[in-house]
């Protein structure tokens, strides 16, 4: 564990900044980053909470006993039942079943999504609340729906940390609370599920948020800000023009002209455009027959870079590309930004602790040196405003997305690994729920990191200039 921290703290939160403009505009930031660690004494608090604590290995044994009684079989249930996101009607079901019999009152179908739900344990007692996300989508595969992320066991998993959880608020007559967020569709936008659920208020006045997901290493990221996989815009460029016969084309307006432009005027833009920006698109609707003018098609792109500043530039050049790809074919265009993926906080008040539980519990292919910052959900819109921590114990030789992910899930790779995740979680809740100094160490890292967030994105906004463009003489 403390080998992590022999690393010169200022390469661990460099990591971060995936240009020189970027590590240019954070390094002030850095700076007060690296100090905000420092006086939290992330280690100390590592050994402190890696103690030996029988009243806290008790909670953590019922977890262990819900996983291997009845909730990895839940968990192989789901598995073999795979369901796309925004239909894992099946899924929920047998979650929130479990739920009620374990004295939760749910509410199914939150935030005018059918799939999501909230659970409440009823013998809740104020703060601190405890939040846990579980997720449950399979991925669309050309061979029908797959567990290729194993989704399947976030439910499982989350539910036994909760229970156990519950129980020892109930027995023990401690403060606190214990939700469970059942959110839908992780692999499919729109919609954003999670986002929409922020933005209805479902997570609010929750002290801190975990979540597990599968992975092929036991990793946890460093503290900072960011994102695993650049900050997105998803945008849908729909052309409409008039249809005709191909033989008097000059009667109608072809879209399918419109929507080539697009990609075509896109790659113009690139050539002035800074290299980190990812532009892929497909084109979904291209017309319907080679003798009749297409007068509807529709290209949806995911448009991504490193920063959100730098990212709305790339998104008025891929805007103005397909504005100008309807001014020069006749049509008309309508521009949908769908979704948008941000950076999210990571804590490593949270992340050392819980990787040090990960390992205690026995996780295996352990990488020790942090990854890179990122919140505990790939949206950022609940992880930039909650504290919290993804785990992520080893639970598959394949990377994420294949079939072999799949079919560990059901082996014993994968259980020995969910069964570490569910004690690590719950041993993680413990600490949150019994020590208010760690709550506050928490609180003062995440506010910390968020102003720090703040001062990075303006310095950023100075970063990026444009070139002064004359009119023509
Ligand atoms: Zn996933």
Request: proline residues 6%; glycine residues 8%.
């Amino acid at each position: 564990m403390r080998l992590a921290f022999l690393i010169p703290i200022f390469a661990v939160y460099s990591f971060a900044q995936e240009t020189a403009t970027e590590r240019d505009a954070a390094s002030d930031v850095l700076k007060k980053m690296a100090a905000l660690e420092k006086s939290l004494d992330v280690p100390g608090w590592v050994s402190r909470l890696s103690a030996a604590d029988p009243a806290r290995d008790q909670v953590t044994a019922r977890a262990r006993q819900l996983m291997d009684s009845e909730l990895l079989a839940v968990g192989d249930d789901i598995t073999r039942h795979p369901e796309i996101g925004f239909e894992e009607k099946r899924s929920v079901g047998i979650l929130v079943d479990y739920l009620r019999r374990h004295n939760f009152d749910v509410t199914v179908g939150v935030a005018n999504l059918p799939t999501a739900f909230v659970a409440r344990f009823n013998g809740n007692r104020g703060a601190p609340s405890l939040g846990i996300i579980v997720e449950y989508d399979a991925l669309r595969g050309t061979k029908g729906a797959f567990h290729g992320d194993q989704h399947s066991m976030q439910g499982p998993i989350g539910i036994a940390a909760a229970v156990a959880m519950a129980e020892w608020l109930e027995r023990t007559h401690s403060p606190g609370s214990v939700v469970v967020f059942g959110c839908p569709g992780e692999e499919m936008m729109p919609p954003v599920a999670k986002t929409e659920m922020f933005n209805a208020g479902v997570f609010s006045s929750t002290d801190v948020i975990v979540r597990s997901h599968a992975v092929n290493s036991t990793n946890r990221p460093a503290p900072g800000f960011g994102t695993c996989c650049l900050n997105i815009d998803g945008v849908k460029y729909t052309f409409s023009g008039a249809p005709a016969h191909q033989m008097t084309p000059w009667a109608g307006r072809n879209a399918l002209e419109g929507v080539i432009h697009l990609f075509n005027n896109i790659d113009a833009a690139r050539t002035t455009m800074r290299p980190e920006a990812r532009i892929q698109g497909v084109i979904t609707e291209g017309g319907a027959a080679p003798n009749v003018v297409p007068d509807r098609t529709q290209a949806d792109f995911y448009i991504r870079y490193p920063d959100a500043i730098y990212l709305a530039e790339v998104r008025e050049a891929v805007d103005n590309a397909a504005r100008a790809a309807a001014l020069a074919t006749g049509t008309k265009v309508k521009i949908d930004n769908y979704g948008r993926l941000r950076d999210g906080i990571s804590e490593a008040t949270l992340a050392e602790v819980g990787f040090a539980h990960m390992k205690r519990f026995g996780a295996t292919h352990v990488a020790e040196t942090p990854g890179k910052p990122q919140g505990y959900e790939e949206t950022g819109s609940v992880s930039s405003a909650i504290p919290g921590l993804g785990f992520a114990a080893y639970t598959s030789n394949a990377p994420n997305h294949t079939y072999e992910m799949e079919a560990d899930a059901l082996s014993a790779t994968g259980h020995q690994g969910f069964v570490v995740d569910a004690q690590a979680m719950t041993a993680l809740l413990y600490d949150f729920a019994t020590h208010p100094n760690y709550r506050g160490a928490v609180k003062r890292e995440f506010d910390g990191i968020k102003a720090l967030f703040g001062e990075y994105q303006e310095a950023l906004t100075k970063a990026y200039t444009a070139p002064h463009v004359p009119d023509p003489r």
